[in-house]
């Protein structure tokens, strides 16, 4: 985890198309608390830093900033007070940008905590819009769904009645191997349709759940949807 691979910089440049609304850049840092002699906390990250001077690049930047500041700042200074000296803990935030077009810029943040030999990784994610009336804000889930529906709630318990569909489905034909005790009501008590999704590259809704709630191993299950498929199922 201390470790950057320049493979993952490139890999992550070559998402950006040459037709992308957006030039962005990254920026890579290291922290150690208390200090980097007899550190208790480790903090990596990779995060994008947009070119440009407009009022959009800057809110941008200001989200980036702020986060990777109450990181640094706030954060794991907690951390670390509450930590015995002898700890040894490793904090990594990867952002990926999964949209960048003229609509939506997107990202995925990779969290990974190691933790007494343990690692585990959690995800978050944003969209903002680029154009139209909400540019430079950050979108709700009907603001990506293209504003269908009544509202980001009523879209959720919809999507989450399907993707349990879906998941069920692939359990009967043997395509994946959940933990026993996986029901509807679990997946209900750690997916939030509402929060837990990021524009793809067409600017479709993919919903994600936290690596692990399916079982063991899974790093990340995705289901991707259109503004019509979603548009479909609230219909009566």
């Excluded at 990021?198 to 809704?205: L, R």
Aim: hydrophobic letters at 40%; one cysteine or more.
């Amino acid at each position: 985890m201390k470790r950057f691979a320049c493979a993952l910089t490139a890999l992550m440049l070559c998402a950006l198309s040459a037709s992308a609304a957006l030039d962005v850049t990254w920026t890579q840092g290291e922290e150690w608390f208390p200090d980097r002699d007899a550190w208790i906390y480790y903090y990596a990250y990779t995060v994008p830093e947009v070119k440009g001077s407009g009022a959009l690049s800057e809110e941008l930047n200001h989200y980036f900033d702020t986060a990777i500041g109450e990181m640094v700042n706030l954060v794991i200074p907690m951390f670390t007070a509450d930590m015995p000296g002898n700890g040894r803990n490793e904090i990594t935030d990867r952002y990926e940008i999964t949209c960048n077009n003229d609509e939506f810029f997107s990202f995925l943040l990779r969290r990974g905590t190691l933790s007494e030999g343990k690692e585990v990784l959690s995800l978050q994610s944003a969209v903002f819009a680029v154009s139209g009336q909400y540019t430079g804000e950050s979108l709700t889930l009907r603001g990506l769904a293209r504003e269908i529906g009544e509202s980001s709630s009523q879209i959720a318990g919809i999507v989450i009645k399907d993707i349990w569909r879906k998941i069920e489905e692939r359990i009967k034909a043997g395509d994946w191997a959940v933990r026993k005790d996986m029901s509807f009501d679990l997946l209900s008590a750690e997916f939030f349709p509402e929060t837990h999704f990021y524009a793809d590259e067409q600017g479709n809704i993919a919903f994600y759940l936290q690596p692990g709630l399916l079982g063991p191993g899974e790093e990340m299950a995705v289901f991707t949807y259109t503004p019509e498929e979603i548009e479909n199922l609230l219909e009566p």
